[in-house]
């Protein structure tokens, strides 16, 4: 099992934005992780490019899934995970594709992805990576 923390955000939404990943194994040990700015951008938008960038890490990688049966998506964002889960419609056309675009990666990486909604607190990797990255390039 491959578990995959994401955050996005945006300090002003809009305003300067950025994303987060961490993903680690089922026993915590850490695989990758990283965290970028994405420019000007809302809280939900850079949600979702989180989960893309993640997605798109994985399918670069795809050896280290060889093992790893399963990917686990965990995000602090309940609209987002309700969202991917289809409990939410999405009336957004940019976050339609978005979507459009975690659905297709979904698809490359040919095995089971699954998402699942956290506290905040149990984000805090992927939540410093954002901030760290933000700060970074506000500096």
């Known amino acids: 099992m491959i578990y995959v923390y994401t955050d996005g955000g945006a300090r002003g939404n809009p305003g300067p934005a950025a994303i987060g990943v961490f993903i680690c194994d089922e026993n915590g040990k850490q695989i990758h992780g990283f965290g970028k700015t994405i420019g000007e951008?809302?809280?939900?938008?850079?949600?979702?490019?989180?989960?893309?960038?993640?997605?798109?890490?994985?399918?670069?990688?795809?050896?280290?899934?060889?093992?790893?049966?399963?990917?686990?998506?965990?995000?602090?964002?309940?609209?987002?995970?309700?969202?991917?889960?289809?409990?939410?419609?999405?009336?957004?056309?940019?976050?339609?594709?978005?979507?459009?675009s975690v659905r297709e990666k979904e698809s490359q990486l040919l095995c089971p992805v699954s998402y699942t909604h956290i506290p905040r607190e149990k984000n805090k990797k992927a939540d410093a990576l954002?901030?760290?990255a933000l700060d970074n390039k506000l500096q």
């Open 41 to 100: 951008t809302t809280n939900n938008i850079a949600e979702y490019t989180a989960v893309n960038e993640a997605l798109e890490w994985l399918l670069n990688n795809k050896h280290i899934l060889k093992s790893h049966a399963k990917i686990h998506f965990f995000l602090d964002s309940l609209l987002l995970v309700s969202q991917i889960n289809r409990i939410y419609k999405i009336k957004n056309p940019k976050l339609q594709e978005l979507l459009f």
């Open 130 to 132: 954002v901030n760290l």
